[in-house]
């Protein structure tokens, strides 16, 4: 299995719900990254995770939290989202082989989220 | 922090011609230059990728260049085709020996290749 994959494709949620994205990778991949797209712009990172523990989190507000329960597996727990957090959500994932400071990300289809 | 300009922002070719993609760093410890293409509605996808040590890459129609001195980076592909059509990122990278590589995006290209 040669892909990352994400559920679910579409999201619609209102401020007050709150729901979560799933995303998963059977590579090996030690790395998992969560980024979000705004339309006609680039990926913009949010977290990463390096052997199942948070390593970089990019001043995301708390309504965004992580989780990574196992080396497979990236949840992203959503709550009290604004519209303006409706985007293009994206996991993407990279091997951690020692001495190989820089490693191809792949990255899955997205989550398309609309905050009402 | 990294900042990754890119031009032009759109670019249009004839099919059979060439396209040229520009992008500058700012921070000289990036050392891992990936250029993705992302077709509407769909992932990123690597095309090719550059490492620091490396001036230039070629696979098939499509090559990358690296100036380390200047910071620029360029993605090149010959005879386009319409399935090129799509929005190109370029990124530059600082990795950490055996850490993650951070990834900060350029603006992107919006490339049509018109038959």
């Known amino acids: 299995d040669t892909e990352v994959t994400q559920t679910p494709k579409h999201l619609v949620m209102g401020m007050t719900n709150k729901k979560s994205l799933k995303c998963e990778q059977h590579?090996?991949?030690?790395?998992m990254y969560w980024y979000k797209q705004k339309a006609k712009k680039p990926p913009e990172l949010m977290f990463v995770?390096?052997?199942?523990?948070?390593?970089i989190n990019e001043s995301v507000p708390s309504r965004f939290s992580p989780e990574c329960p196992n080396s497979s597996l990236l949840n992203l727990h959503l709550h009290a989202l604004q519209p303006e957090d409706s985007a293009l959500y994206l996991c993407?994932?990279?091997?951690?082989?020692?001495?190989?400071?820089?490693?191809?990300?792949?990255f899955g289809p997205g989550t398309r989220l609309t905050v009402l | 922090g990294e900042n990754v300009e890119q031009h032009p922002s759109t670019l249009s070719v004839q099919e059979g011609d060439s396209a040229v993609i520009k992008c500058t760093y700012s921070?000289?410890?990036?050392?891992?230059f990936p250029w993705y293409k992302q077709e509407l509605g769909k992932r990123p996808q690597l095309i090719i990728d550059?490492?620091?040590?490396?001036g230039e890459k070629k696979d098939q129609r499509i090559a990358v260049t690296l100036n380390k001195t200047a910071k620029h980076f360029s993605l090149h592909i010959t005879e386009t085709q319409p399935e090129d059509s799509a929005v190109y990122f370029c990124?530059?990278?600082?990795?950490?020996?055996?850490?993650?590589?951070?990834?900060?995006f350029g603006t992107g290209t919006l490339l049509a290749v018109q038959p």
């Open positions: 993407a994932s990279s091997h951690l082989p020692s001495g190989m400071p820089y490693n191809e990300q792949f």
């Open positions: 590579m090996g991949h030690r790395a």
């Open positions: 995770y390096s052997y199942e523990k948070l390593s």
């Open positions: 921070d000289s410890a990036s050392n891992y």
């Open positions: 550059i490492r620091s040590n490396v």
């Open positions: 990124a530059a990278s600082i990795g950490y020996g055996g850490a993650t590589n951070k990834l900060i």
